[in-house]
Structure formats: structure tokens, C-alpha cells
């Protein structure tokens, strides 16, 4: 492919304006990048083109922000990198810092503000680094650099990154030898230095060596085998009993340690892949105990991964990855089942399907290439979904069926190549500050809603349009951008009672708002502008209502 950046960003619309900035900056100096929205090729897979432009990429940049803190994905794509042994650029283009998800990788990294910094000058520097970096063979014991006194006091950061390349970590630095966030002494900067500089360790665990847990639930083996990060959330229960398929522990499977289990207990799983089907039907906790949830990988020979049937259920720091059955990934029957931090993957129909009256609830977690919804709820079932992301399935992201009902608050639901969230239910639901980006049909498409929420959401570049509600009664949609869709940015129909409020609804590729069919929408302050073929249309049998 011959680039020599691959940038990890998210798809909202100020960090794709930043990361393109890069890419033009960066190119215009010599350079050449892999940026997904530009280089994605469809019809292919795309976490396995993902994972080749990262291997064939010399350096990775990322455009760190609140959005990209929060993103499961842009964690994935920093750890291969920093698997792979690549530099890392961190490129800030807000004033936060690395999130639970990140700081492992990026935390003592020093970054470059894009507001101190000339985009041309950081891309200048980020291309003269590649080019200048010898290749070399191993991470292991690597040495840092320390950055030595400033001459001025009140000089900001110019430390463009701490690259992780292979043989040597590098202090790369712009004009000064020093680091300092708000002041420019000696005890400061040696301060800092201390917090940012990193080294490189082994991640790999020796041949022959079984981790072990003691009675407090901490693992009791070498730290060479596995440090406290990589062991994830510690074990706290007394006696938890620990999986292993290496052997040296209670159980080789989960299986097996299921049937063992008492009401209660936690279950540790270590590293590995598990070629394994399970039922759970005991109130237990299932925790992965690596570094990431890819660490502990769970596939079935055939058909489900999982089947949930019990009332206080909890996976933590675990991936599935279904082998394409018609099947779903995970099934909750009647049950009541927490999910946080997971990695679900290729389910042949829904990756969680949630039936009866289940209770589910999802957080920190990534749903991605399943055959139907990445989540489907259905009958009298709930879920809470919560800063997770949802993307790539080839029908909807979210599925709420029957007289199911949803909450979904600060979710990516992005790229499915229907809607992303579809609902048909006689229920409540309620759609908070997500981002709905990308998807091929509707952003939400909502048929006979009642009670339905929609608020701080973004609905941008979605192809057949924004929110589409067909029927029903009891809506709010306030203080959403809804924004540069590719049919109308809100239509409605059949439905009374709608209220508008302060959203804006701007350039998208039809009206910004279509009423028919004996609807009523009340419309207060926001904008409507714009839009390609007219701001308002509304049919005779319906009504707006203009309200300051």
C-alpha cells in the first residue's frame, strides 16, 4: 500500500475536519497517509483492512479528543500499533486527557496541541521523524531519553511525541529539550518528565508458566507473566475459581468452571482462545483477566457463543467472535445480564439477542459485522446501552422490537448498512447524546413511537436521512444536530404530538423537515437552514406550530 501514517480518529465531524487537515498537511510534505475515510475500500472487511494498513503504516497518528477518548476502536487500533512496534504521534486537538481506555498506551506519552502549535509545522516534523527513524528488531529494554533544562521559563510544550520504535524509545523534540505544562523550572520539568517518559516491556508471557490466584483474587504468578495491567480488573471475590487452558488452575474451560461455580462467585479466565459454547444459568461473574478484552477470546465450534438464563449475570474485559453460523452471538432468555467491556464480532444473526422479559445492560463495549443488529431487543426485554460502539452490521445497530424498550446514552452507532437504530415498539424509549453517524438508511427510523426521547444527539451523513417517524404520538426531539444527511433531516407522519426544540437542522440533502399524513409538530426556537430542496414541507392534512 506504501503509506507511511495510518490515522486513528473518530468519524464526528470536528475530528474528521482535524485528522483531513493532517492528512493534507502531511502529504503536502512529502508524506503519505491511510485515513479510513478516504481509503476504505467497500465491500471488503474492514477490521482486516484496518489491521493491514496499521502493519504496512510506519507511524500512527492519533487525533486525540473527547470523542476519540471514548472510543473502543481508536483503543484497538493503538494497541496493534503498539504490538507492532510503530511510532506514535499523539495530535491534541482538545484540552483532555487519555481516558481509562487509552492511558495504558498513550498516558505517559507527551502529545502536540494543534493550538499551539501550525499544523504544518507538526506534519513538517511528523515526516521528517519517519524518514529519519531507522528500522530496527526488538522493543525490549528500551531507553529513554531525558529532556534536559529549559532557557525559558514560559515556553510551552514542544515535544511533539514519545514514539515507541522499534529498538529505542525517543524523546522527539522541536526546538527545546523540555517539557512543562504551565512552567518552566527545573523541578517542574523533571516532574513531568518523570509522569510522560515510558518504557517498553515485554508483553509476552513465558512458555510453562501458570498464573495462579490467591484467596484475595490477585493473581500470585511472576510479574513477567503478567503485570497488573495486562491482569485487567483484579479478582476480589475469596475464592474465585480461575480458567486456564494452559492447565494449572481449577479448569481448562468455562464450561466446566460454570458447572463448578456457586451463586455468587467470580469466574477469572487468563489469556487464550477458548473453542467453546456455554450456558449460563447461575448468578456469577465472568472476568477476562488480560490486558484487553481480545486477550480472552471465546468462538464457538458452532452456533452461539453464549446462552444467558439466570438473574444477576456479568461479563467483563472478554471478546466473542461468532464463526458465521446463522446464529446469534449472545443470547439473554429471561434473564438479567450486565456487559462491560466486551468485543463481540461476526455473529452470523444479532451479536446480543435479548428475548422475553431480559434486562440487559452494556457498557464500554464494541458490536461490530454482525449479520442483523449489533444488539436486538425483542418482546418485553430492556437494555441500557452506554458509551459503546456499535458499527459495521449489516442491518441496524439497535433493533427495538415488540414491546421492548431501549436507553441509549453516549453511543457511537456508526456505519451499518441500514438504519442505525430502528424501532417498533409500543414502548418507551430514550436516545441521549449518541453519535449516529455514517449508516447507509435512516440515522432513526421509528415506526408508531410513543414516549420517545431524542436529545444532544448527532445525526450526521447518514444516506436515506435523519429521524424518519412513522406513527405514533408522545415525541421529543431537542437539542439535536441533525446535520448533512443525505435525504430529509426530520420526517414524520401519522404522528401527533411531536415537539421540536432547539435542534438544528442544517444541509441536508432534501427538506429539513417533511410533515404529512395528519401529523402535528410543535416547533420551538433552533434553525432550519439550508437544506437542499427547502427548509419545510408540509402536506394539507397536517400542521406546524411555531413557537418562540
Known amino acids: ?25 502531511i502529504e503536502s510534505g512529502g508524506g503519505k497517509c491511510w485515513i479510513a ?10 477490521p482486516s483492512e484496518l489491521t493491514n494498513a496499521i502493519r504496512e503504516a510506519k507511524a500512527m497518528v492519533v487525533v486525540l479528543s473527547g470523542a476519540s477518548n471514548s472510543s473502543v476502536y481508536v483503543a484497538d487500533e493503538v494497541a496493534l500499533a503498539r504490538d507492532e512496534k510503530k511510532i506514535i504521534f499523539v495530535v491534541r486537538v482538545e484540552e483532555v486527557l487519555p481516558s481509562e481506555l487509552l492511558r495504558i498506551y498513550l498516558g505517559r506519552l507527551n502529545w502536540v496541541d494543534t493550538w499551539n502549535t501550525p499544523i504544518k509545522k507538526i506534519a513538517e516534523d511528523f515526516v521528517r521523524i519517519v524518514r529519519d527513524t531507522p528500522a530496527t528488531d526488538s522493543v525490549e529494554d528500551a531507553p529513554a531519553l531525558k529532556p534536559g533544562p529549559s532557557n525559558n521559563k514560559n515556553t510551552q510544550s514542544k515535544i511533539l511525541a514519545l514514539i515507541s520504535v522499534a529498538g529505542a524509545s525517543v524523546l522527539i523534540l522541536s526546538g527545546v529539550l523540555w517539557f512543562s505544562k504551565g512552567g518552566g523550572d527545573e523541578d517542574d520539568g523533571e516532574k513531568t518528565e518523570a509522569n510522560r517518559t515510558i518504557t517498553q516491556e515485554s508483553k509476552e508471557q513465558p512458555e510453562n508458566v501458570t498464573p495462579s490466584v490467591d484467596k484475595a483474587g490477585e493473581s500470585t504468578a511472576s510479574s513477567e507473566v503478567l503485570s497488573s495491567q495486562e491482569r485487567g480488573p483484579p479478582v476480589t471475590e475469596e475464592t474465585p475459581l480461575r480458567v486456564s487452558r494452559e492447565g494449572g488452575t481449577d479448569f481448562r474451560t468455562l464450561s466446566d468452571a460454570l458447572t463448578a461455580a456457586k451463586s455468587g462467585q467470580i469466574i477469572a479466565v487468563f489469556p487464550g482462545e477458548y473453542a467453546e459454547s456455554f450456558k449460563v444459568a447461575k448468578d456469577v461473574t465472568v472476568r477476562g483477566m488480560g490486558r484487553v478484552p481480545t486477550d480472552v477470546i471465546f468462538h464457538p465450534k458452532n452456533g452461539i457463543c453464549a446462552e444467558i438464563q439466570a438473574n444477576s449475570v456479568k461479563f467483563e474485559n472478554i471478546a466473542f467472535r461468532a464463526n458465521g453460523d446463522e446464529a446469534h452471538c449472545i443470547v439473554v432468555r429471561d434473564g438479567i445480564a450486565t456487559f462491560d467491556n466486551i468485543d463481540v464480532r ?8 435479548v428475548d422475553g422479559k431480559s434486562k440487559i445492560a452494556v457498557s464500554q463495549s464494541s458490536i461490530t459485522n454482525s449479520q442483523e443488529a449489533a444488539i436486538r431487543l425483542r418482546d418485553q426485554s430492556e437494555g441500557t446501552i452506554r458509551n459503546s460502539e456499535l458499527a459495521f452490521n449489516t442491518k441496524a445497530g439497535i433493533a427495538v422490537l415488540g414491546e421492548s424498550a431501549a436507553k441509549v446514552y453516549e453511543t457511537r452507532i456508526i456505519e451499518n448498512a441500514l438504519d442505525g437504530i430502528f424501532i417498533s415498539s409500543s414502548s418507551p424509549s430514550t436516545l441521549i447524546n449518541n453519535k449516529i453517524l455514517g449508516n447507509t438508511g435512516y440515522g432513526v427510523l421509528v415506526l408508531n413511537a410513543l414516549d420517545l426521547t431524542l436529545e444532544s444527539n448527532s445525526i450526521l451523513y447518514n444516506g436515506a436521512g435523519g429521524i424518519k417517524i412513522d406513527g405514533g404520538s408522545s415525541v421529543t426531539i431537542q437539542e439535536n444536530q441533525i446535520t448533512e444527511n443525505g435525504g430529509v433531516g426530520v420526517e414524520v407522519a401519522k404522528l401527533t404530538d411531536l415537539n421540536l426544540v432547539e435542534n438544528s437542522i442544517m444541509r441536508n440533502g432534501a427538506y429539513g423537515l417533511v410533515v404529512g399524513d395528519k401529523s402535528t409538530v410543535t416547533v420551538k426556537n433552533g434553525e432550519i437552514a439550508e437544506n437542499g430542496a427547502g427548509q419545510k414541507l408540509v402536506d394539507n392534512t397536517s400542521k406546524i406550530l411555531n413557537v418562540k
Open 1 to 25: 500500500m506504501g503509506h507511511d501514517f495510518f490515522i486513528s480518529y473518530v468519524f464526528a465531524k470536528p475530528d474528521r475536519e482535524h485528522a483531513n487537515k493532517l492528512v493534507r498537511a
Open 346 to 353: 461476526n455473529a452470523g444473526l444479532s451479536g446480543i439477542a
Open 37 to 46: 475515510e478516504r481509503d476504505r475500500q467497500h465491500g471488503k472487511d474492514f
